[in-house]
């Protein structure tokens, strides 16, 4: 009853937040040029960055030189056993139903955790108010990875938090420092959750959106997912008004593109940064690789957590051509 409760609590602050987040595209669509940190008045998106953000990407060379920094915390996500075989000397391993609500059957996969798991996630991990975090992913599927930085943006850490470019494969190509150990548990830190629910686009926004067009739906999933050819959560095509970035477009050997060919990417599926993005998947995985690329390069992005299997799954609901 009380994991009932809680999630009912947290679907509330997703609501409101998600109300809010419409106030703010609905301003954002008036004002065009309106950015957070520029002229008064101007809007705050929910994933805007602090000016003294800590840098989205850092290279091996940076986590060579900060790995042994008291208040740095390295995060290696993959499976147990990728971790057991090897792994930055001093992370630890995060598996991402450490940070999700139980699937039950029938309902939706992959879909954030209540405040109370994730706060007590961050703290099992020694993540406290002061932090500085780095999210490690095993090998060139990013998409885990930054699901755990997106995780860290909706519990209000990212100013404080970075993907390691390349992850863990390029750390051990370079002979960098590698343990099949893990560290000790932490105890006695203290994590403060500061929410931004606003950054998980619902349902009825999205279904808004294929109506008035007010933000980019971007889908993150493979061409032949996003043009029908399998992958049916359960039927097969993809939300109205979508255009698709796959997801294996945006990094290559694990190493994330420069910006001026990210920027090129979203140009050419027509995602100008006139309006918001939201964007999709399967489950709502590879979907925070293309909100983690809209990040980066500034723009007013959010991300459908429910994604195409809660979308097809709505028979009222049409598909895309």
């Not at 703290?123 to 599927?141: L, M």
């Not at 992850?167 to 994590?191: I, L």
């Not at 290559?252 to 100008?272: I, R, T, W, Y």
Request: glycine share 10%; aromatic share 6%.
């Amino acid at each position: 009853m009380r994991r009932v409760a809680e999630r009912l609590i947290d679907q509330r602050r997703i609501a409101a937040g998600a109300l809010l987040s419409l106030v703010l595209a609905a301003a954002c669509s008036r004002a065009p040029g309106a950015t957070a940190g520029g002229a008064p008045g101007a809007m705050v998106r929910p994933n805007q960055r602090s000016a003294n953000a800590a840098p989205m990407l850092v290279s091996t060379a940076w986590l060579a030189d900060h790995r042994t920094d008291r208040d740095l915390v390295v995060l290696h996500v993959g499976t147990k056993a990728q971790y057991d075989s090897g792994h930055v000397a001093g992370s630890r391993h995060v598996a991402l139903d450490e940070i999700s609500l139980p699937t039950v059957q029938g309902g939706l996969s992959l879909q954030m955790a209540g405040e109370a798991q994730l706060d007590a996630w961050a703290e099992r991990n020694g993540i406290g108010d002061a932090t500085r975090i780095v999210v490690v992913p095993h090998d060139a599927n990013i998409q885990s990875a930054t699901r755990v930085y997106f995780t860290l943006a909706y519990l209000g850490a990212m100013d404080r938090a970075s993907l390691l470019d390349g992850g863990y494969a390029a750390w051990k190509r370079e002979g960098r420092s590698v343990s099949t150990t893990a560290p000790a548990p932490v105890t006695g830190v203290q994590f403060t959750p500061r929410l931004r629910p606003a950054l998980i686009a619902l349902i009825t926004q999205v279904e808004a959106i294929t109506k008035d067009r007010s933000a980019f739906l971007v889908d993150a999933r493979l061409p032949q997912f996003y043009n029908g050819q399998g992958g049916g959560y359960p039927r097969p095509g993809r939300i109205p008004t979508a255009v698709n970035v796959p997801l294996n477009t945006v990094s290559s050997n694990g190493f994330m593109k420069p910006a001026n060919e990210l920027k090129m990417l979203f140009d050419q599926a027509g995602v100008d940064g006139s309006k918001p993005v939201v964007t999709y998947c399967h489950i709502g995985q590879q979907a925070t690789v293309l909100w983690f690329v809209s990040t980066l390069l500034g723009l007013d992005a959010r991300m459908f957590d429910g994604s195409f299997q809660e979308w097809s799954g709505r028979a009222d609901l049409p598909l895309g051509k």
